[in-house]
């Protein structure tokens, strides 16, 4: 299984240009899920239903700005390289990368 706990350097492709912030990943004690927080230009938000299977995240977060939606996340982790995408409603779906901070 790959370690997926830490925290990343964020960069995510929007329809408002790129995005950048700061993940955290917390795995739980089960090794099935996990918890954290994307801190950005857009506001502090946390992870709800973070799950773990194998290399592969998915989790939701609740964004206020610029206007209140849920966001479904998925990602793959590749040792200390993370790539995926944020499906936000009507604004599309986005990707994003994340690298492991030393």
Known sequence: MTQVGGTYDFVAQSPMGEQTGTFTVVPGDDGETF?????????DMD????RIEGDTLTW???MGLPMPMTLDC???VDGDAVSGT?????MGTMPFTAQRQA
């Open 74 to 76: 998925e990602a793959t």
């Open 35 to 43: 918890t954290g927080q994307l801190s950005g230009g857009m506001g």
């Open 47 to 50: 992870v709800k239903n973070g």
């Open 60 to 62: 939701q977060m609740k």
């Open 86 to 90: 944020i499906k936000a409603g009507m």
